[in-house]
Every structure is written in C-alpha cells, then in structure tokens.
C-alpha cells in the first residue's frame, strides 16, 4: 500500500510564501513523476508543477517565476516552494505521484489535499 501525506498549508497575506512538503511511503519500488494539482471552490482541478525523476520541470503559466518545484528521491519526497503568493492562488493543493509499488505497474497516488488560502 502506498500513502502520499502533505503538509504546509495554511493562510498568509499577499505576497507571501509557503512551502509544501509531500512525503509517499508504503511498498515503493520505484517513483517516476511527482507534482503538484490544485483545485479552487468552482473551479476543475489544475496542474501546478511536475517533476520528473531526474528533475526535468513543468509548471503552469499562472505560476512560472513565483513557484519552485524540487525533489529528494532518497527521502520520496516532493516540495513545492510558493512566492509572491497571490489572492488567485487560493485553492486545495494535492500532491501526485507516479509510482510502481510491489503489487506491480506503475499507476498515480493522490494525497488528501492541503488548504492554502492567500488574503489579500
């Protein structure tokens, strides 16, 4: 069984950072890909930021120069570092990542979420 737990949420001010941590642990084999999505109240869920195992980066337009994604492949861990946050930020962030586990395949694993909310 394989579990994606995040953390580092919360509220701040405009212009503000955050930085989110997402730990996944269980019967890992392997992780390909890791990132991050996030959903605002009405609104479908969005990419953030992937990274790939050897680092290769994406990020959505709305975030790219504000926002840095980074991984520790021996701690499984995937991070999201959040700048110059604004009000539109505001959403549930979830952690994704790619994973082949001991039950065999690769498939996706989504942590629970956690809130961020930027005030203005």
């Known amino acids: 069984q394989v579990q994606l737990v995040e953390s580092g949420g919360g509220l701040v001010q405009a212009g503000g950072s955050l930085r989110l941590s997402c730990a996944a642990s269980?019967?890992?084999?392997?992780?390909?890909?890791m990132g991050w999505y996030r959903q605002a109240p009405g609104k479908e869920r969005e990419l953030v930021a992937i990274i790939t195992y050897i680092a290769t980066t994406n990020y959505a337009d709305s975030v790219k120069g504000r926002f840095t994604i980074a991984r520790d492949n021996a701690k499984n861990t995937v991070y999201l570092q959040m700048n110059s946050l604004e009000p539109d930020d505001t959403a549930l962030y979830y952690c994704?990542?790619?994973?082949?586990?001991?039950?065999?395949?690769?498939?996706?694993?989504w942590g629970q979420g956690t809130q961020v909310t930027v005030s203005s």
């Open positions: 994704t990542a790619n994973i082949m586990s001991r039950v065999g395949g690769f498939r996706d694993y």
């Open positions: 269980g019967s890992i084999l392997s992780i390909n890909s």
